[in-house]
């Protein structure tokens, strides 16, 4: 009863920005898609952050600009409405943005060229 997701991803980077934008896909929906099945028939919900420089590094003293995290996510929660959102789910994708943004940070930090 496991459903097998992978992960659509692109990903860019230049000299004012890196970007990653990605959507999990149950492997079912990837073949479709891939062996000529038709993607309007395929729920895709892109997310992903964007990395900018803090300023631009001629303006500080050291060269250290520090860098600005974006972090964009679509989400389904069927248990809201316009007018009401449960505290679970706001907890939730508060833990959900939260996580992300650390492990950026941590990945960002670290020495590994993965």
Known sequence: ??????HLQESYTTETVSYVVYTPMDV???STILN?????????????FAIFPGRAPR??????????LTIGFHIIDNSSSEEYM??????TIRKIIETTATLIKID???DDPR
């Open 1 to 6: 009863n496991q459903v097998a997701i992978l």
């Open 28 to 30: 079912f929906a990837m």
């Open 36 to 48: 000529g099945g038709n993607p309007d028939n395929v729920g895709i919900l892109p997310s992903g």
């Open 59 to 68: 303006h500080t003293q050291n060269g250290d600009c520090g860098s600005i």
């Open 86 to 91: 449960p505290i679970q789910s706001i907890e």
């Open 108 to 110: 960002v930090q670290s």
